[in-house]
């Protein structure tokens, strides 16, 4: 069966310092690959995804950029945090496009001070 | 207007109510529709798909209208644990591997 892994799940960081997530899928191979930011009391915002190794897509300018080493590796970071950086980040796959089902990890929530 | 619009709510129900959610999307092409359940603080996970006019499991009932663009979710005797924010999620189409989430309607069941 497919598994996602997502680590850290809580990290508090100061403003200005980098960061690094990352997310890994067992079970699979090829999947779509997916970042989303959710701040509290707030929707889905999706802020990268990825078709293939070192295919990705922006969706919204912002201070992070998203990196896919390996198939199943999928990596969010940044040179310097932003307080509005703050919010729960989630790592999703699917198998086919986005006409089929997300599958999401336990996510990140991230607070930046 | 939004890609997809929902009554963020929240919907405060009895245990045992019968309660309904409705979800309109902008996309005339979307072919796929999703309905997930994101519990507090909480990854989403997948509660029902729609491929064609509805769905049904247990006590949840899918059902999509095509001509007025709307996707609804029936949920019959609410539990408690039922409480939790309820996505609609209209596949993106053409190619684009884009899903478009709703901001979700919360719902709160009581005793």
């Known amino acids: 069966s497919q598994t996602i892994h997502q680590w850290p799940a809580t990290l508090v960081q100061p403003v200005g310092s980098p960061l690094s997530l990352e997310c890994t899928v067992e079970?699979?191979?090829?999947?779509?690959l997916y970042w989303y930011r959710q701040a509290a009391g707030r929707g889905l915002q999706l802020l990268f995804y990825?078709?293939?190794?070192?295919?990705i897509s922006s969706e919204v300018p912002q201070n992070l950029s998203a990196s896919r080493p390996q198939d199943r590796q999928f990596i969010l970071s940044s040179k310097k945090l932003l307080l509005s950086d703050s919010g729960f980040y989630l790592c999703?796959?699917?198998?086919?496009?986005?006409?089929?089902?997300?599958?999401f990890g336990p996510g990140t929530r991230l607070l930046v001070l | 207007r939004k890609e997809v619009e929902q009554d963020p709510g929240p919907f405060n129900v009895p245990e045992g109510a019968t309660v309904a959610f409705n979800c309109t999307y902008s996309?005339?092409?979307?072919?796929?529709f999703f309905w997930y359940r994101q519990d507090c603080r909480k990854e989403p996970k997948l509660l029902m798909s729609?491929?064609?006019s509805g769905n049904e499991d247990g006590r949840f009932t899918a059902q999509l209208n095509r001509a007025s663009q709307y996707i609804s979710l029936l949920i019959r005797d609410s539990k408690l644990s039922d409480s939790a924010t309820y996505l609609c999620?209209?596949?993106?189409?053409?190619?684009?591997?884009?899903?478009?989430f709703g901001r979700g309607t919360s719902l709160i069941v009581h005793p």
């Open positions: 990825s078709v293939g190794i070192g295919q």
């Open positions: 729609v491929y064609s």
């Open positions: 996309n005339s092409a979307s072919q796929s």
């Open positions: 999620v209209p596949t993106a189409s053409g190619g684009s591997y884009i899903p478009t």
């Open positions: 999703a796959w699917s198998v086919l496009g986005g006409q089929e089902t997300q599958y």
């Open positions: 079970g699979t191979s090829n999947p779509n």
